[in-house]
């Protein structure tokens, strides 16, 4: 079983918080990898809030043929943090040639895009990058994204923190989410590690996907871009927020419903019966059957927490106002934020979406059964 | 017959038929049961001939011939006569004196079963006991990350829809701007496939309205039974169990007058409409009632004389191709009930099914395919049809499905399978089989009249005398001297026993897979089976 850890703080965290989390709860994951989300940087990176960065790694060709590519588009590079590898190697994390994280000016025009086309075309130009990184293995892209970093890698947390310098300055931020791997495959694939992102959507999930293929074949035949890759059965958790807000324009408070929806009878006495039980009709092959917490966050730095229909995996949420935790145990949480009230510590339960909104002063609970904020 | 005479062709002996009866003449008291109950007069009481001969070796001794006359019971070799192996004689005799037995070898009486130029006609099934569905297993266990569920604790929600889903976004915007959102049900996804009021008794088909009727009512599992071509008795048109039928439209159009006219009164809409255009176990060929069961209340409820054979033409006649058929028959019939009624197609499995399937993906009004495969039953069909016509169902299926999900559609138009659900008792792995294969749902019949009303018909063409309305179980028979040896109240109880038990079942079969809160449609990773050729040619994984 993996384990998770998120935090989003008013002011700027380090990464290496997250990794301290990760470390005290060593006993749930085996160190064959981890996973980072960076969002609402702090570092160089707040002055550039809406250049997109690109997040990957790439060899030596790799970044030639990048760097050409990018060109071509008209992109310019802004800022750049290059993790260069020390020259020792480290036993059981593989030789790269670097991790780059690069923003980026947009090209001539693209300033007059209207918000949307602007993600379409930025998650073109990622999955470009990622295909053609794939015909020649020297490139793996992340994200790319504004005001978003992202970094996956096979080793042990710590030692991969160490490795790569993660306590810099620069890598500062305000939403973190970390993963540290179980390593279910034989042969990890970066691709399949969590968090998964899309269009400012991201989600990490701890558990088993028992639906994915029909969930991963549904997805895969909506037509949307981006909603591809399915190297791990938990991609889609994210693309399923991403489809249930951006698509149906549903808010978080029906993400629930359409990943575990109410069964009959509760569903007939829900105040919005009608709207969720065509939902969950017409989302029928987006429901999650198996063993499944999520951690994800919103466009707008929201984090929330859901569970699965019975609540089959553990986690918790607890912090002080101006700083939040989800955690899958409460030792990662008292590892980074021991001055909390612990009571106030809550494990979100089998109808529960637990929510920090970007002001981070509460936890807020929503309950399947109450009123949908509907967009109506 | 004395050996001097000459003989027919289809003169037969013992030897040729199909089933032979081994009688024990020690114990049997001549009480005239046998011969009572045997539905095709196969046996008779028949004096017997022994001759004692005594002799001795000794000078003076004796030597005695004395014929003694006895009786006992005696099978008949001619065709029409010939044992369906039934055993309801085994079933009545009370010294266990009778019974049928499988002829092991050639069984010749199959080239004399077209006397006067009429080829073979019987109900029932296929006679083969062959199944792919058998063969699958469910593989992927969830044995690493997953705490497996409890089939007996966990909650669980195994329904399914019928009907005619919208895409998300689409049905959302309608829902908002109070669009027509096309009518869906949400049933069980065991469904009770069109058998016809005529085709069974009226003490089969009460048994079965009543037990659907406690399903629904008391346990609260919404099991749908689907009506057949053949009416539909106009108080349960009139009454609140309507919601639970199916009604189905054939080429016969039979009892649809009936229908019609009591649209208005109807206190509820029927749960879907099913217009058949094929059956698995004879496609291309109408449906078949023949006379011996046409009485003065079938005939009421159809609209027809009274002991006439009742053919259903191959087709719809009405119509100019299938494409204007299947579109125009689903509008008038959507129109008839004000577009709040699933109205969705059933076909014979085919090869063809898929361009069935991509029409039906551009009619907004088609509900769904119900598709009925080679091993599905019948009341009355050509052999020659029922042994060699038709395509099985497991690869239909899954192609129709894996056309749908290359279009996006396969929440949208739902097919329900049949045709050998069970048929070797399997019933909650094969529907399982086929769910995961991409069935929504399934649909059982021949399964049911074995389980719930006793019939004997096996896959070694026992029984089948489903057509000639002799059933000796009084399920297919409009004979009130053999419906009466069915109660319906037995027969509902049973449907009830067999529903509860097979939701056990499939809870069995979902949970260690990690499945609980929505039926594992399309699953198709669950599944193995240990053929390579089937595997690939079903995308699942080869296992041995
Ligand atoms: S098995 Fe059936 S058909 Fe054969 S003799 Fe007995 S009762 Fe008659
Ligand atoms: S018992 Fe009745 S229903 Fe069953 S095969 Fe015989 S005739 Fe047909």
Redesign the pocket.
């Known amino acids: 079983m993996c384990r998770l850890f998120a935090i989003t703080s008013k002011d700027p965290q380090s990464p290496m918080l997250a990794i301290k989390a990760l470390d005290v709860m060593k006993e749930g994951h085996d160190g064959s990898g981890v996973g980072l989300l960076l969002q609402d940087l702090g570092g160089t990176f707040e002055e550039m809030k809406d250049a997109p960065i690109l997040s990957g790694i790439f060899t030596e060709e790799g970044i030639c043929r990048l760097d050409l590519f990018m060109m071509k588009l008209g992109f310019m590079t802004k800022h750049k943090i290059s993790l260069k590898p020390p020259k020792t190697r480290v036993e059981g994390i593989p030789r790269r040639h670097i991790y780059l994280i690069r923003a980026y000016e947009l090209p001539e025009g693209w300033d007059a895009l209207t918000q949307e086309e602007l993600a379409v075309k930025l998650l073109e130009v990622r999955l470009k990058i990622r295909e053609m990184g794939e015909e020649k293995n020297d490139m793996i892209v992340f994200s790319f994204w504004p005001d978003t970093i992202m970094l996956k890698e096979i080793g042990d947390p710590m030692k991969l923190a160490e490795y790569l310098g993660l306590d810099r300055k620069e890598l500062e931020a305000r939403v973190i989410m970390a993963q540290g791997r179980q390593n279910t495959n034989y042969a990890i694939s970066l691709y399949a590690c969590h968090p998964f992102f899309i269009k400012g959507y991201c989600t990490m999930t701890n558990g088993e996907n028992t639906a994915f293929i029909p969930i991963k074949d549904f997805l895969s035949s909506r037509n949307i871009p981006g909603y591809t890759g399915y190297q791990s059965d938990s991609e889609v958790f994210a693309h399923i927020l991403h489809f249930s807000m951006e698509e149906l324009g549903l808010g978080i408070d029906g993400y629930k419903h359409v990943i575990t929806p109410l069964q009959r009878d509760d569903l007939a006495k829900h105040p919005n019966f009608e709207f969720l039980d065509h939902l969950k009709k017409t989302c029928r092959p987006l429901i999650i059957d198996g063993p499944n917490m999520v951690i994800g966050t919103l466009p707008d730095h929201s984090m929330f927490m859901v569970q699965d229909r019975k609540k089959l995996r553990p986690g918790v949420v607890g912090g002080k106002p101006g700083m939040f935790a989800f955690s899958s145990e409460i030792c990662g949480l008292d590892a980074v934020i021991p001055d909390r009230d612990k009571t106030m510590d809550i494990q979100p339960m089998h109808l529960d979406t637990a929510i920090v909104s970007p002001e981070r002063q509460e936890v807020n609970i929503c309950r399947q059964t109450e009123a949908l904020n509907l967009p109506l | 017959m004395s050996s001097n005479r000459s003989l027919e062709p289809s003169s037969l002996s013992l030897n040729d038929l199909p089933?032979q009866?081994e009688y024990n003449n020690d114990r049997c008291t001549l009480c005239g049961q046998?011969t009572a109950?045997?539905?095709?007069k196969?046996?008779a009481l028949h004096p017997f001939q022994k001759r004692i001969v005594k002799t001795s070796v000794g000078k003076n001794a004796e030597h005695s011939n004395a014929y003694d006359t006895f009786y006992g019971i005696r099978q008949d070799t001619r065709v029409e006569n010939a044992?369906?192996?039934?055993?309801?004689?085994t079933l009545v005799c009370p010294n266990d004196a009778i019974r049928?037995k499988r002829n092991p070898g050639l069984d010749r009486m199959k080239f004399h079963i077209n006397q006067h130029g009429i080829p073979r006609r019987r109900g029932g099934r296929r006679n083969d006991s062959g199944s792919v569905l058998d063969r699958i297993k469910f593989t992927r266990i969830s044995m690493l990350t997953d705490p497996a569920l409890d089939a007996g604790r966990h909650e669980f929600e195994m329904s399914t829809l019928l009907g005619r889903v919208l895409p998300p976004r689409e049905n959302m915007k309608c829902l908002r701007e109070k669009g027509w959102i096309p009518p869906v049900r949400e049933i069980y996804p065991l469904i009770i496939g069109g058998m016809s009021f005529g085709a069974l008794s009226p003490t089969m088909w009460e048994g079965l309205q009543m037990g659907v009727a406690y399903l629904n009512e008391e346990m609260g599992m919404p099991v749908r039974i689907c009506t057949g071509e053949g009416g539909c008795p106009p108080r349960l048109l009139r009454s609140r169990f309507l919601k639970y039928v199916i009604l189905q439209i054939a080429s016969g159009y039979f009892g649809w007058d009936e229908i019609i006219h009591a649209i208005p009164h109807m206190k509820e809409d029927p749960c879907a409409i099913e217009i058949k255009y094929g059956q698995g176990a004879k496609p291309g060929d109408g449906g078949l009632l023949m006379w011996h069961k046409v009485n003065k209340l079938i005939a009421a409820i159809r609209g027809v004389p009274q002991g006439v054979s009742l053919p259903s033409p191959p087709t719809h006649q009405t119509q100019y191709s299938i494409e204007e058929s299947v579109a125009k028959m689903i509008l008038s019939m959507s129109m008839a009930w004000g577009f709040r009624v699933p109205v969705y197609p059933k076909i014979s499995a085919s090869s063809t099914s898929l361009a069935v399937m991509n029409n039906l993906t551009r009619n907004e009004y088609a509900a769904g395919l119900a598709i009925d495969g080679e091993d599905g039953g019948t009341g009355a069909a050509y052999a020659v049809s029922m042994d060699h016509m038709g395509h099985p169902i497991a690869s239909c299926v899954r192609d129709n499905y894996l056309n749908l999900t290359s279009l996006g559609k396969q929440n949208e138009v739902p097919i329900f399978a049949g045709g050998g659900v069970g048929k070797n008792g399997n019933i909650a792995a094969n529907a399982a089989a086929l769910i995961m294969l991409g069935a929504s749902g399934v649909q059982v019949g021949k399964y049911l009249m074995q389980a719930a009303a006793g019939c004997v018909g096996t896959e070694e063409d026992r029984c089948n005398v489903c057509n000639l309305g002799i059933c000796p179980k009084g399920i297919t028979s409009q004979d009130p001297r053999l419906y009466r040896r069915l109660n319906p109240e037995d027969v509902a109880q049973r449907l009830v026993d067999i529903f509860v038990s097979f939701d056990t079942q499939l809870k069995k079969i979902v949970a260690p897979l990690g499945r609980s809160t929505s039926l594992p449609i399309g699953m198709s990773d669950a599944l193995g089976i240990d053929d390579k050729n089937i595997a690939d040619r079903l995308s699942i994984k080869y296992v041995v």
Not at chain 2, 37 to 40: A, E, S
Not at chain 2, 83 to 89: E, R
């Open positions: 089933w009866i046998c109950v045997c539905p095709v196969a046996i044992c369906i192996g039934c055993a309801m004689c049928p």
